[in-house]
Structure formats: structure tokens, C-alpha cells
């Protein structure tokens, strides 16, 4: 489970036109623990790290870190997965039911259990994918994105934490289910798409 504090690090640098290569030039501090902070990878901030950037971005913690009561659990899984192989080019299509469940909690307690499914396709040539894409259900997900919890959900929440959790959960069904995603070394979050029918 995630604890939704979060920080702003990349938001911050993209209002501020500021590269991350430059911060780790003008500061000192790695580039890859910046990269890592701003992706919110990271499972916590030392002091120092924390006052290093906050006296060269000139903000204070509480602009650093955005918070909200809400915890989500995400599970996904893929199943009925098909494949047909196109006898004129030899290009394998595989298809599947992508499932995913996002349980919300408010100060720890549970509130609601949200279902999402939709369809899974992935084109294979010689063992390599070329492209893959997932397109959930828009009815249902429409109607889930009524939920009050998400509703009050503040952007920078789902656009840097949220949507990419999503994300990664479905990359990781899809590295555990279909052979060729893995030793390819394909990845759906960076080189697929993810259509939710919806701005979470």
C-alpha cells in the first residue's frame, strides 16, 4: 500500500523550466536521486536532500510535498489471453482481459473498491513486440470516476502518483503473462498505450 504524500519535485521543475541535470550540477546531489524523487520512487527524503533543494528552488517543505487522507491498493491481473498469427506477415496478435481493482482507504479505513476491465492487445514479430496498447470499458470506468474519493482527488495526486501506480501494476501482469514482453524488455508505460476512456 502507497501512502499518498507525495512530492512535487517534477511539477516544480517543469513550472520553473529547470532541468534535472542542471539541479544536480548547481546542488551536488546526484542525479539519480533526483531522478528517483521525482518520480516519487523514492521512499524517503533526508534533511539535507530536502534543504538542498529547498534553498536552490527557494520554497519551503510544505510546497515540496503535497498530502491527502486517501491510501489505494491497486491489483490487476490479465486473463483469456488469445493469439492469432497473421498468415500473410507472420505478425502474432495477442489479446486478453486486462482486470484491475483500485481499493481506497480514508484515514486507513476502507471506503470503496473500484472495478475496472478492459481489453488488452499486443503485436509480436520474431519473439519482439512491436506495439501494445490497453483500452478499459468506457461505461464502467466513466462511472467509477464519479466516485466521490477521485472526484476530490487534487491533479498533481493523480497525474504523479496515481495514474502512473496504474500503470506499473499493468505493466507487471503483462511482464508475467505474455513471454515476449519480457524478453523483449517491453514496456507498456513507456512505449505502449494506455487509454483509460477517462481523466482519472
Known sequence: MK????????LILAQ????????????GLSRTTLTTLSQNKSKRIDNETLNSLCNYLRISPDTFFEYTPLDFEIESSIDNITSKIDPVDGIEEKNGIVNLDLLIKNFGKKVDTLHYKGNITFYIE??????????FENETTIQNNKNKYLQDLNEIMKDSFLVPEIKEKIDYVVLQSIPEAKTSEY??????EI???FNL
Open 3 to 10: 501512502k499518498l504524500i507525495i512530492n512535487k519535485l517534477a
Open 16 to 27: 520553473k523550466r529547470i532541468k534535472i541535470t542542471q539541479v544536480a550540477k548547481d546542488t
Open 126 to 135: 520474431k519473439q519482439e513486440v512491436l506495439s501494445g496498447k490497453v483500452l
Open 187 to 192: 514496456s507498456l508505460i513507456n512505449e505502449g
Open 195 to 197: 487509454d483509460f476512456s
